[in-house]
């Protein structure tokens, strides 16, 4: 369920009913599909030539203008009907540096400017497209970038940061705060010394920065950007423009291109992969939208009473299952993959997204690089229009291979329900929730231990593969975790949620699914108990970086954790067979404490037998396990990867209260 409720919902208020299906089509299923290349405008210095696909168009106009924003149109060009519903037009010669809208006339009434439904740069705000040769956009050495390597999924450590979040305190030591080019600064640091930005993601050791919305949206404006602004984005506007409130010139087309390129080198340079949050399951507007003012009605659903659905919680619902919507989908994130280099993506509300749109994704972006991650939010914020076995829920992941969708059944036995935020779950003691850490511990899928009959705790696997369930704690939705555990137990003293921390992210980086990182969770960031901060000011939203001095050792159990899972391939098996064969739950004395063993050495790990233990009691517990000699890994909320923390000798292995266990043969 979102949470997300934008400034922008008041335009729900001026949806009415939609002007049903226009110029002699009975339904939108009788719409021409168009098939060929579907670019809006490709510019040489001979010549411009623009389309746009708009098939209940009786007439279609492309305006050109001197700038972006300001001034009026300085040339009117009328557009010829092509097949299937394009329209096309030719400027024979150079308008590098001009923008350019279009407007159509539907049943008589002409819709308004937009910029199209593909525009690649804009001017500020993106009311207007711009014309521009897109190889001068690229930085030096950009034709020589390459994603780090990635061997299997199983691999990957997610990183979910905000741009303005993670540089905008002045004690980051970073130059370009808020920015694109926060990210490519090197060696920043606080005045203790403790690293920030891209030092910091690569001392933590994560594997995908995930970068929440950056294409262009509505709720900021870019043109004064030295007010301070605050939005996460959901709100679409342009698709597949970067947004320009986080360049230094939103005004310049090509800034915002060339500093997120540079973003993304930067981080490849790294070592780090770019995961986009994309957010096709609705706009920020319907009425006034790119979309609407060019083919009205196709792109969204309608209700039973000819409305604009609203499963997003948003105002609007779009069409993944049209042609052309599927297809506008597909060719976004495959326009981000191949001219930005995007390394996977991450869809908002994916359960409103139909599986077959889905699986044409996953095809298509296997073809450019079968290591692109896609995974998102298998669940609507309300019924969508779709049957639900039709659609990307989390019920139906077993349908969408190499799609992965978050657990909420794991988070929330973690730290409680989202609908009840004072309410704890297992990290903070609380009773029958043992049952789903287990599930998430075994990546979601079938496992013989967990069964219909063992517990009514039981959670019905959904995953084929442990690939296919993010496990996390927190997100930039809802209460961060320190919030959520402040929250949860009034009260507790910081080395009290410091310990209660390190608990919940063994859990998380100990399961076999792919672990995902709140940024700043990792030195208990957190948020001054705002849940829904998506238009806070900084001082909610800010990542405060002396926290890392303050919470050192929360920071170091963290990267240690992240080192563990990256040196030990037992803790990322990456297939649900192995799993079965090799993870094995243990029997616990006490209530509320879990314990598994990795028998053997899967996947070839230098260790044997290792054993987890979570223990959230305010009291020690006691486990049997198989009797030997044992190295510790990790014990009392510390890691200790190259010397250890001692040995362990004999069938028994005492937990301290509300801390983890580590230890191998």
Not at 33 to 59: D, K
Not at 137 to 154: C, I, K, M, Q, Y
Request: hydrophobic fraction near 35%; charged fraction near 20%.
């Amino acid at each position: 369920m979102r949470l997300k409720i934008f400034l922008f919902m008041s335009i729900i208020a001026l949806l009415g009913c939609t002007s049903g299906h226009q110029s002699g089509y009975s339904s939108f299923d009788e719409y021409p599909v168009y098939n060929g290349p579907w670019e809006e405008m490709v510019y040489t210095p001979a010549e411009t030539r623009f389309s746009l696909w708009a098939p209940t168009a009786s007439e279609v106009r492309v305006m050109l203008y001197e700038h972006g924003s300001e001034g009026s149109m300085y040339r009117m060009i009328p557009m010829e009907p092509a097949e299937d519903g394009m329209w096309n037009a030719r400027v024979a010669e150079d308008l590098k540096g001009k923008f350019y809208a279009f407007n159509a006339k539907i049943d008589e009434v002409w819709q308004g400017d937009t910029p199209g439904l593909m525009a690649r740069a804009v001017g500020v705000n993106g009311n207007r497209a711009a014309i521009l040769d897109l190889r001068t956009t690229d930085p030096e050495g950009w034709a020589n970038d390459r994603r780090p390597v990635l061997n299997h999924f199983s691999d990957i450590v997610i990183y979910e940061l905000h741009h303005r979040d993670f540089s905008i305190d002045t004690v980051s030591g970073i130059r370009h705060r808020g920015k694109y080019l926060a990210l490519t600064e090197d060696s920043t640091h606080t005045y203790w010394g403790d690293k920030t930005g891209i030092s910091h993601l690569k001392e933590l050791g994560i594997t995908h920065v995930h970068l929440l919305p950056s294409f262009d949206f509505s709720s900021v404006d870019e043109s004064k950007p030295d007010k301070p602004q605050y939005n996460w984005g959901y709100d679409p506007k342009n698709y597949q423009v970067p947004e320009g409130s986080y360049a230094t010139d939103p005004f310049t087309p090509k800034v915002r291109i060339r500093e997120f390129k540079q973003m993304v080198m930067a981080l490849h340079k790294a070592g780090i992969r770019v995961i986009m949050d994309v957010v096709f399951n609705h706009t920020a507007q319907t009425h006034g939208s790119n979309f609407e003012r060019t083919v009205p009605g196709y792109f969204y659903r309608h209700d039973a009473d000819g409305n604009f659905a609203n499963g997003s919680g948003c105002g609007n619902e779009t069409a993944s299952e049209r042609p052309m919507m599927r297809r506008y989908m597909v060719e976004s994130v495959c326009y981000w993959a191949q001219e930005y280099h995007i390394d996977g993506f991450r869809f908002d509300l994916m359960g409103l997204h139909d599986i077959e749109t889905m699986n044409q994704i996953r095809t298509a972006l296997s073809k450019i690089d079968p290591t692109i991650f896609i995974y998102g939010e298998g669940w609507a914020a309300q019924e969508p229009q779709l049957p639900k076995e039709q659609l990307a829920m989390k019920a139906n992941v077993s349908r969408m291979p190499g799609i992965a969708v978050f657990s909420d059944e794991f988070r929330d036995s973690l730290r409680g329900n989202w609908k009840h935020e004072s309410r704890g779950g297992f990290v903070i003691g609380k009773f029958g929730y043992e049952g789903g850490v287990k599930f998430g511990l075994v990546g979601a899928v079938r496992h013989p231990q967990l069964t219909s009959n063992a517990s009514n705790q039981y959670i019905h696997p959904w995953a084929e593969q442990p690939t296919q369930m993010i496990s996390y704690v927190s997100c930039h939705d809802d209460l961060c975790i320190t919030d959520r555990l402040k929250k949860t137990l009034p009260g507790a003293s910081p080395q009290e949620l410091g310990a209660l921390m390190k608990l919940a992210e063994t859990a998380v980086f100990t399961s076999q699914g792919v672990p995902f990182l709140f940024a700043g969770d990792e030195f208990m960031r957190d948020k001054k108990g705002v849940s829904n901060s998506y238009n806070s000011p900084d001082s909610i939203n800010a990542i405060n970086w002396q926290l890392k001095n303050q919470h050192r050792d929360v920071f170091d159990y963290v990267k240690g954790l992240i080192a563990l899972r990256k040196a030990h391939p037992a803790f990322r098996l990456g297939d649900a067979e192995k799993i079965r064969a090799h993870l094995e739950f243990l029997h616990t004395p006490a209530d509320n404490v879990v314990a598994f063993c990795l028998k053997g050495r899967p996947n070839g790990d230098s260790w044997l037998n290792t054993i987890v233990i979570l223990n959230p009691r305010t009291e020690p517990v006691t486990v049997d396990i198989p009797n030997g000699k044992y190295w510790i890994a990790a014990r009392d909320g510390k890691i200790d990867l190259v010397l250890g923390l001692g040995n362990l000798v004999g069938n028994q292995a005492v937990v301290s209260p509300r801390s983890a266990l580590i230890i191998h043969q």
